[in-house]
């Protein structure tokens, strides 16, 4: 397994998080992504319309590298207006976000930036630490060009939201590249199918013969109650005590995912009569799990 196929995996794996929670907050807004290497002296930004608005994070610890996820002004505009439940305002000539559009964005991409560092430590299968989210704003491609001096890999992960492009950049460090390389190389000894499911943190559905270094890849699971959508202004205007209805009954069947996919169906139990846990009631095919 080549360093290249370990860069493209953990950039897919990371746009793929982005996408989905970006699909929660434009439902069917989002476009499929694409993703690349980058090449030294190439920038990860080249073809990316300009002015954007960007969030930066760096790994924390002993290892340089981190994530930037960029957006045009306008699809900032828009995403901002998807979240708040409104249409985007008509600004001609007009190149800054409102104070209100930009901290809806700052959120999103805050959060985007989290779900690409947990889909990172899935796939490394250790818990990888972020900085507190730096945010920029660029009038060119230029001006982010000093954060991934010394890089030492790259990839660029691009997609459309609301309709206009986006970008996350990845500066991956020669640790993760090597952890990575190996990890998939010991794959090789599952069949192609399984080694995919492996790969991007689900396990399989099946019982198949994984390695040991394979059994200790951690992967993040939990369960969901529901889901409500709500205007921007009216979540910010949640008091202490309110009440938000979800779009399910209380006795319905709760979804189970693994690493942002559905996995299973399941129903809430009490354990030791003081803590909530998951009877799983059936395991989605694989074929057929959205």
């Known amino acids: ?116 560092a947990n889909a990172t430590s899935a796939v490394l299968g250790y818990e990888v630490d972020i900085t507190p989210p730096e945010q920029l704003s660029l009038a060119s491609v230029a001006d982010a060009e000093a954060l991934w001096e010394g890089a030492a890999y790259m990839s660029s992960s691009s997609l459309v939201v609301c309709g206009e492009p986006c970008r996350l950049v990845q500066l991956v460090p020669q640790a993760f590249i090597i952890r990575m390389t190996r990890a998939l190389d010991e794959l090789g000894a599952v069949s192609p199918t399984d080694a995919e499911s492996v ?10 013969a994984l390695t040991d270094s394979i059994r200790g890849v951690s992967v993040r699971v939990w369960a969901e109650l529901g889901r409500a959508r709500m205007p921007m202004g009216d979540v910010v205007g949640l008091p202490a005590g309110a009440v938000v209805e979800l779009d399910r009954a209380a006795d319905d069947p709760v979804d189970v995912y693994v690493n942002g996919m559905r996995f299973a169906h399941g129903r809430l139990v009490l354990v030791d009569g003081s803590e909530w846990a998951v009877h799983i009631d059936a395991v989605l095919d694989a074929a057929t799990t959205p």
């Open 199 to 208: 790969a991007g943190g689900l396990g399989a559905r099946a019982p198949v």
């Open 1 to 116: 397994m080549t360093p290249e196929d370990a860069l493209l995996k953990l950039a897919d794996s990371s746009i793929s998080a982005v996408a989905e929670l970006l699909e929660m907050l434009c439902p069917g807004q989002v476009g499929p992504h694409q993703v690349a290497p980058v090449q030294a002296g190439q920038n990860p930004l080249e073809s990316m319309p300009m002015p954007a608005v960007a969030t930066n994070v760096a790994f924390s610890g002993n290892v340089t590298g981190g994530n930037l996820f960029a957006i045009t002004v306008e699809g900032g505009r828009r995403l901002a207006a998807a979240m708040m439940g409104a249409e985007p305002e008509s600004v001609e000539g007009e190149v800054e976000l409102s104070e209100l559009e930009l901290s809806a964005v700052n959120e999103a991409m805050n959060q985007m930036m989290a779900s690409a």
